[in-house]
């Protein structure tokens, strides 16, 4: 890649004029096509951008169902602070804004013929492919479970049907039952989701059921956004004292689960054998399905050049939100929808044979911990080539302060929620 | 609200205006998409601020169609803590001045929308109105919409000018001398509700 930055913007500019206009003078640059695999947060906000950069080029996004339905604010769903329906979001945004929906799985990507396969038995052809299709579960990694005893011991680690059988549960259970929640290991979707979620559990077994407990059997010893959850376990859910309402076992002290029996509600973990009247597994976790069919993944996850988001193992395919590797940033709804405007550039300037834009991103990832009761983790980065980082800028970021007011608590949980609304509108809006 | 310290910030505005020069060369801006680099990082603000900074939600205010000093001013209080934020100032410090700058170009070209806010008491759009042509319209000209070296009220999230008013009262966030006198006027005047109303007004405005 020798072109300058300049030559890319006047390319650019000259060919999204022309694409408003009628087309196409500049043969293939003017009106590339891209097929975007995945509608979540990172698929839908790379067709919508592409097409807001480029209305001339062509955009199919590919997901398998009607609706998607979001993880990020499904602990309010789960904790009985929020409906279930406000959730979900439809493709008609994306629509609107040109790009064609196919409601189909994708079962192959050649990308030397450069198609898309689908179960439906379609065949759509690219310049350039995105695969975007989050996580999926190493079920194997815990003996017993499968996507079957996720039926009687619900991961809800993606959202649907599954979040709603973890709220029934919680709502059947009696005053005094025991919640186990097995917390994954490092690296895994929303990593302050499981801490979020036991919050919001405790928040509602203290208002209904208070003479109920949570265990928390964690693969890991620290986790994101640790004291300041630890904290709100203490103020609102009697941590650290004779009588807290959760209990959290560090691998350290054996909390690595290893196995479960959803006939007798037993968990296994190195520390030793428990009983839970309800059950959350998340499990340990590795990019999407298709990401592993494309051939894309090494070590569980995808491997991509973080400017662009195109993958160090098969060129011509990026791959974009929690099935890539992506560090230093989280992998979080927000991370993936900055990222995703990175990918629409950068896979754009690269369709055109132009240099791609230096992408400078971002993160802000809110958690609730109680009523009233907000706090963020929040960092910017900046892309740096050389080293293929996606590196923290020297004096941003970090975690709400520990000592931060009542007051400044409050507002984070209304920030959370315009955030929530604001994100679901830019992604599919 | 927003007030800022006037004639502040010559070297910045001269910068900003630099900048457009520089880059908007012959390419012109097409409609589309400004240069890439400025786009991607202004996609970093969206997820909170919504699409183009005009966001849905009651308390992220929306940041589009302010004058350029006045952007740059509101990044660099945060940047220094100077005006207080929960998350505000943890981002900011992640840009240049130059990025800033171009934020501030980006930003100030997008038109503010106003998209309707259901949480809005309309009861006391009325008597709002005539408390800030009494209070606030000195300012904050043409209902809101504009004025010299503060932020835009009219259809601004309602949440969000709520916070930006306790900010103020409680000393949190400096005050210009004629902004702090018309703040304690209508205190004494008309009590918590008195602003309360005020914010209505200017949420609903269209």
Known sequence: ?429 | MGTRHKGLRPLAAALVLGCVAMATPALAQSDDMADPTVEVMAGACTFCHGTDGNGIGAAIPSITGLPSDQFIYMMETYQDDSNPSTVMGRIARGYSESQIEDLAVYFGDKPFERPAQPWIDETMIAEGKELAAEYCESCHENEGRDGEGVGILAGQKLQYMRFSVDDFLSGAREMERRQARKFRDLMEDHGDEGFEKILNYYASVK
């Open chain 1, 1 to 429: 890649m020798n072109t300058t930055r300049r030559g890319f913007l006047r390319t650019t500019a000259a060919a999204t004029v022309v694409g408003a206009v009628g087309l196409p003078h500049i043969a293939r640059a003017a009106a590339p096509r891209f097929v975007v695999v995945g509608g979540g947060p990172a698929g839908a906000t790379a067709a919508k951008y592409l097409k807001r950069y480029a209305p001339g080029a062509t955009v199919t996004l590919i997901e398998a169902n009607p609706t998607y339905t979001t993880c990020f604010m499904s602990n309010e769903v789960i904790g009985g602070d929020r409906d279930f329906a406000t959730l979900q979001v439809g493709y008609e945004g994306l629509e609107a804004h040109g790009v064609t929906v196919m409601h189909d799985l994708v079962t192959g990507i050649d990308p030397d013929a450069k198609t898309v396969a689908t179960q439906g038995g379609e065949s759509v052809q690219f310049d350039r492919c995105i695969v975007a299709p989050g996580i999926d579960f190493k079920y194997d990694a815990i003996e017993g479970y499968s996507a079957e005893a996720a039926e009687v011991m619900p991961h809800a680690w993606k959202a649907g049907p599954q979040t709603t059988l973890l709220r029934s549960q919680l709502e059947a259970m009696e005053d005094g039952g025991t919640v186990i929640v097995a917390a994954p290991p490092n690296p895994f979707r929303c990593p302050p989701g499981p801490y979020e979620r036991i919050c919001l559990i405790a928040n509602y077994l203290k208002q209904h059921k208070p003479k109920s407990k949570i265990i928390v059997l964690d693969a890991k010893d620290k986790f994101s956004k640790m004291p300041l959850f630890t904290q709100a376990w203490e103020m609102f859910y009697g941590y650290g004292t004779d009588n807290s309402m959760i209990e959290w076992v560090s691998k350290a002290d054996g909390g690595t689960v290893t196995g479960v029996n959803p006939e007798t509600m037993e968990v296994t973990a190195v520390a030793g054998s428990f009983k839970g009247d309800v059950v959350n597994i998340i499990p340990p976790q590795h990019a999407g399905t298709i990401a592993h069919t494309a051939g894309l993944v090494e070590d569980g996850w995808a491997p991509v050049n973080k400017g662009t988001f195109e993958s160090l193992v098969v060129p011509g395919v990026h791959v974009l939100g929690d099935s890539s590797v992506a560090a230093s940033m989280p992998k979080s709804g927000s991370s993936a929808n900055s990222q995703g405007k990175a990918l629409a550039a950068g896979a754009l300037a690269l369709a055109m044979d132009q240099e791609p834009p230096v992408p400078h991103l971002a993160n802000a990832c809110y958690s609730i911990g109680g009523p009233e009761h907000g706090f963020s983790v929040a960092a910017v980065y900046s892309y740096d080539d050389f080293e293929n980082a996606l590196k923290p800028v020297e004096g941003s970021g970090g975690v709400s302060p520990i000592d931060a007011s009542p007051e400044s608590r409050r507002r984070e949980l209304f920030y959370a929620h315009s955030w929530f609304e604001n994100i679901k509108a830019d992604a599919w809006g």
